[in-house]
T-cell receptor, first 111, second 116 residues
Framework: TQLLEQSPQFLSIQEGENLTVYCNSS?????LQWYRQEPGEGPVLLVT?????EVKKLKRLTFQFGDARKDSSLHITAAQPGDTGLYLC???????????FGGGTRLMVKP | DAGVIQSPRHEVTEMGQEVTLRCKPI?????LFWYRQTMMRGLELLIY????????DSGMPEDRFSAKMPNASFSTLKIQPSEPRDSAVYFC??????????????FGSGTRLTVV
């Protein structure tokens, strides 16, 4: 079983600030996904990264997959209150049909 | 498509009662997953199905939990008898063949279960 460690667990910032959250493991991932979950809803897929060193951008969100495919980061530029939520990383098993989720980073962006 | 549909959204029940949670996956998705989410343990996989067949139920806490998928458009998760420690949000998710390359999982809005 792949253990995914996310840090920080909680983050409270002011609108306009930048932030980075991390997802780490001792295992090598074949791919990794990031989800965002808002209160009262299920997680929603943001991005999938597959190649070591890959960088993907989604508006103000930048996702990076480590060269060794053991870690990933999510950077948000100029955070807005609408970014508030629980950010989860998830990695698939070797068969590619099951995801294990990290514990999440709970982000609050204050206006 | 309306997405993954779960019912009920909220369930409050007394300890010892039977609880049944329902899920309708996205049409055409081959995989269906049941997860449980708590503050302490995060998202835990309980069981998943491929083409209506249970593949891995190692995450099911104990015999009080059971899940069925009688057809491609419906699944249930049953707890009998329920206990206060079962209180959590239960999510159903579905996906195409490979989660990584074909859009990941689509989650329902969850069922918040409270056992008193």
């Amino acid at each position: 079983t792949q253990l995914l460690e996310q840090s920080p667990q909680f983050l409270s910032i002011q609108e306009g600030e930048n932030l980075t959250v991390y997802c780490n493991s001792s295992s090598v991932f074949s791919s990794l996904q990031w989800y965002r979950q808002e209160p009262g809803e299920g997680p929603v897929l943001l991005v999938t990264v597959v190649t070591g060193g890959e960088v993907k951008k989604l508006k103000r969100l930048t996702f990076q997959f480590g060269d060794a495919r053991k870690d990933s980061s999510l950077h948000i530029t100029a955070a807005q209150p609408g970014d508030t939520g629980l950010y989860l990383c998830a990695a698939e098993n070797n068969a590619g049909n099951m995801l294990t989720f990290g514990g999440g980073t709970r982000l609050m962006v204050k206006p | 498509d309306a997405g993954v549909i779960q019912s009920p959204r909220h369930e409050v029940t007394e300890m010892g009662q039977e609880v049944t949670l329902r899920c309708k996956p996205i049409s055409g998705h081959d995989y269906l997953f049941w997860y449980r989410q708590t503050m302490m343990r995060g998202l835990e996989l309980l069981i998943y199905f491929n083409n209506n067949v249970p593949i891995d139920d190692s995450g099911m806490p104990e015999d009080r939990f059971s899940a069925k998928m009688p057809n491609a458009s419906f699944s249930t998760l049953k707890i009998q008898p329920s206990e206060p420690r079962d209180s959590a949000v239960y999510f159903c998710a579905s996906s195409l063949n490979r989660a990584s390359h074909l859009g990941g999982y689509t989650f329902g809005s969850g069922t918040r279960l409270t056992v008193v």
